[in-house]
Antibody, heavy 122, light 107 residues
């Protein structure tokens, strides 16, 4: 069964850091693009970044550049999101999602994790 | 960034009704549009990609169409399981962007 499972969320104070993990199973991790997407409480969906697991090429939404860093461990089939200098407005459910296989459709999110909640509050 | 504008924001309707949700892109996205369904507390689920291609396993009462920069999601004969929030998303240009969502609720 193709699956993504996020972990690492929690309650942090403004200015602190947090690293989220996304564990992939049931498919060849390195064949795909995987994205991080977040959803603030009661709000819509917002792309953070995407990564080609094959090449490691990563792109970020402009508003996410600088504080958020994506990395991967192909041996462990894991993707990570390092979040620094967190702010109250970063409070959200964070999802990882797998893109479709075709290069024209890597932005089609076929498989989603269940999400992990990050709360930034003093 | 490409802006995706959905309408309406909320739709109150009955089981069995036909529902149409519209999504307009701020510029051409060449049909590279997906639709997702999200239920409370759950991750989104892919319904349609490339504007009108039905994802495997999605019931045929869901369909999508496009006309220029305007896209529609149609649900024929709404079922109880279809009450949810629906999002469109363009994947033509980075950053890929989502509409603000349309909540379909029971009247």
């Amino acid at each position: 069964q193709e699956q993504l499972v996020e972990s690492g969320g929690g309650l942090v104070k403004p200015g602190e850091s947090l690293r989220l993990s996304c564990a992939a199973s049931g498919f060849t991790f390195s064949d795909y693009y995987i994205s991080w997407i977040r959803q603030a409480p009661g709000k819509g969906l917002e792309l953070i970044s995407y990564m080609s697991i094959t090449s490691g090429y990563t792109n970020y939404a402009d508003s996410m550049k600088g504080r958020f860093i994506v990395s991967r461990d192909n041996a462990k089939n894991q993707l990570y999101l390092q979040m620094n200098s967190l702010r109250a407005e970063d409070t959200a459910v964070y999802y990882c999602a797998r893109g479709a296989r075709a290069l024209t459709s890597v932005g089609v999110f076929e498989i989603w994790g269940q999400g992990t909640m990050v709360t930034v509050s003093s | 960034d490409i802006q995706m504008t959905q309408s309406p924001s909320t739709l109150s309707t009955y089981v069995g009704d036909r529902v149409i949700i519209t999504c307009r892109a701020s510029q051409s996205i060449s049909g590279w549009l997906a639709w997702y369904q999200q239920k409370p507390g759950k991750a989104p689920r892919l319904l349609i990609y490339k504007a009108s291609s039905l994802q495997s396993g999605v019931p045929s009462r869901f369909s999508g169409s496009e006309s220029g920069t305007e896209f529609t999601l149609t649900i024929t004969s709404l079922q109880p399981d279809d009450f949810a929030t629906y999002y469109c998303q363009q994947y033509n240009n980075h950053p890929w962007t989502f509409g603000q969502g349309t909540k379909v609720e029971i009247k």
